[in-house]
């Protein structure tokens, strides 16, 4: 029998009144013995007034005194503390029940659950969460189904089976790219294009022509390099456009989708290096400007290349080749990932490169190339120009290796002895323990040598927490009030963490704090500007002739 919206939610909320009622269950099979030892010392003190009075045949006399007594003793003993366990009991198979019954009043066959920006987590909370509750919900029913948005390389399964877990890539190079990079570019150029259509003919009840200047490919393919087909960036590409094009009356073109990356890459990703150095830990903050060592080398690379001479040999005669594209071998592939999930650059393509062997390309982001004078993209007038990213020339293996063995480096967390780079895959093999002391882990450590003394200037109490961080940046880099909720939506995260966090930060007279009905409204103080904003140019990168 089906049953109606209201006697399910009546179910679900009894479910939910059960749960928070704690239920806990005596562990008497542990059971924990300590013994506490005592000791007491005593002190004892006595004061005695006496008079003596006596008479002998030879003379009668009396005698007074005062007498006094100091004295401790010490005592030592022990004593047994017994301490025992309770545990709180949630049925879980119980509730699943319950709960499969319910929704099945209403035709509801399985509940389905999204996990958003997993690999946001960090590595600990990231098993935990796997461990104690995504793995025994799969094994225990085939109810629930979870639906988890990651990464690719970040992500811990545990002792899920593999077998039953499938994968879908939404890479451009993992969904369009089995037939090679040119129908890749194809597929990803059209899929960018049908986005703004369809966007334009629900929200606008238009179509393209009557903002857009070029109906061409070129223009397409520019919108596709600016926003690598990420419909996020590519909302705040067309946004900038708007502002600075269509509120003038102005038809938007390839040039404005230029100066929009450009100032998407200046406003939204650069600042990731000059918040950087704010970071509450020094290890996280030295991480971060190691990665700018990284980037300023792959981009001084590529404007080296750029300025080579007139002759392109792989694609005809071309005064500035193409430089925005490098590729590493696959197995360093890694070096680049927090670089990637900060927008600086992203894997384009996997191909073989000239030697045969198997290769990861990425491009740079379009912004930063327009910024650097870096010309992107790749010939396409002849059918051997598909193998232009794999030209030796970008090849990027020992600006890779160059940089870890500057900036890295393997340090044991118990002993602090340090460890050649060349040690790790040995190292690696033993699970990273310490060759120098049994109890010591081994772990690599990036550091920032060139901006170490930068990192060092900067005074303890500007330290914050990241999320306080990017409150800070996103009020600055919209320069307009704003409410938790808009934070939040810039941030991936969550209003009332917002709030609190934002609390804090008028505490400390950073953000300005105004109740405005419901809600607050928060906008940085001078304070805030001066102390985090004041060097426009913190996050620039140091390249050869920029």
């Given amino acids: 029998m089906i049953g109606s919206s209201a006697e399910v939610f009546s179910g679900l909320d009894e479910v939910i009144k059960r749960l928070d009622e704690p239920d806990y269950e005596n562990i008497e099979g542990f059971v924990t013995v300590s013994c506490k030892a005592t000791e007491a010392i005593k ?24 007498e006094s007594s100091n004295g401790n003793s010490t005592e030592t003993g022990g004593e047994d503390v017994y301490t025992q366990l309770l545990m709180r009991v949630i049925g879980v198979n119980d509730v699943i029940r319950e709960l499969q019954k319910l929704l099945a009043a209403i035709g509801i066959r399985n509940l389905y659950i999204f996990l958003d920006d997993f690999s946001e987590l960090p590595r600990d909370a990231m098993r935990l969460l796997v461990d104690a509750l995504i793995a025994p919900l799969s094994r225990w029913s085939d109810f629930i189904k979870f639906k988890i948005a990651a990464y690719p390389g970040r992500v811990y399964l545990g002792d899920l089976d593999n077998t039953k877990v499938e994968e879908v890539t939404l890479d451009i190079y993992g969904l369009y790219g089995s037939a090679g990079v ?6 990803a150029i059209d899929f960018t294009k049908r986005v703004v259509e369809k966007r334009l003919a629900h929200f606008a009840k238009t179509t393209p022509d009557i903002y857009f200047g070029s109906k061409g490919g070129d223009f397409w393919r520019n919108l596709f390099y600016a926003s ?5 960036t590519l909302g705040h590409i067309l946004l900038y456009a708007h502002e600075s094009n269509l509120i003038y009356n102005q038809v938007v073109g390839v040039a404005s989708i230029q100066d929009a990356a450009q100032r998407y890459y200046e406003e939204k990703v650069s600042p990731f290096f000059a918040n950087g150095r704010y970071r509450v830990a020094f290890e996280e903050r030295s991480s971060v400007y190691s990665l700018k060592e990284l980037l300023e080398s792959v981009v001084s690379k590529a404007r080296s290349i750029r300025q080579e001479g007139s002759r392109d040999h792989s694609s005809g005669s071309r005064s500035r080749p193409y430089s925005s594209h490098f590729y590493v071998s696959s197995d360093l592939e890694d070096i680049f990932q927090s670089l990637e999930l900060s927008f600086f650059l992203t894997k384009y393509f996997e191909q073989s490169d000239r030697g045969g062997k198997r290769v990861s390309v990425f491009a740079l982001n379009y912004g930063l190339c327009t910024k650097y004078q870096i010309a ?31 900036n890295q480096e393997i340090k044991c967390n118990n002993c602090g002895s340090e460890f050649d780079l060349s040690m790790l895959p040995a190292l690696q093999r033993f699970r990273m323990q310490c060759p120098d002391c049994p109890e010591g882990q081994c772990s690599v450590v990036n550091l920032s040598k060139k ?21 800070l940046q996103t009020l600055h880099s919209e320069d307009r009030t704003m409410v938790a909720a808009e934070i939040a939506g810039e941030l991936d995260c969550s209003g009332q963490l917002v709030g609190r966090r934002a609390k804090h930060l008028a505490e400390r007279e950073l953000v300005m704090r105004v109740n405005a009905g419901n809600v607050y409204r928060y906008e940085l103080t001078d304070t805030a ?11 620039d990168l140091d390249v050869d002739g920029a």
Avoid: C, W
């Fill in 529 to 539: 500007k001066t102390a985090y904003f004041s060097d426009p140019s913190a996050a």
């Fill in 182 to 187: 040119t129908k890749m570019e194809e597929k």
């Fill in 43 to 66: 002190n004892s003190k006595s004061n005695n007034l006496f008079v003596k009075a006596g008479a002998s045949p030879e003379s009668v006399g009396a005698e007074a005194g005062y």
């Fill in 228 to 232: 690598m087909a990420n419909p996020r």
């Fill in 376 to 406: 992107f993209g790749r010939p396409s007038e002849r059918r051997e120009d598909r193998l232009y990213f794999v030209d030796r020339r970008f090849d990027y293996n020992g600006v890779v290796s160059s940089y870890l063995h500057q």
């Fill in 451 to 471: 901006y170490g003394d930068a990192l060092d200037a900067v005074r303890p109490e500007l330290l914050l927490p990241d999320a306080e961080i990017g409150i």
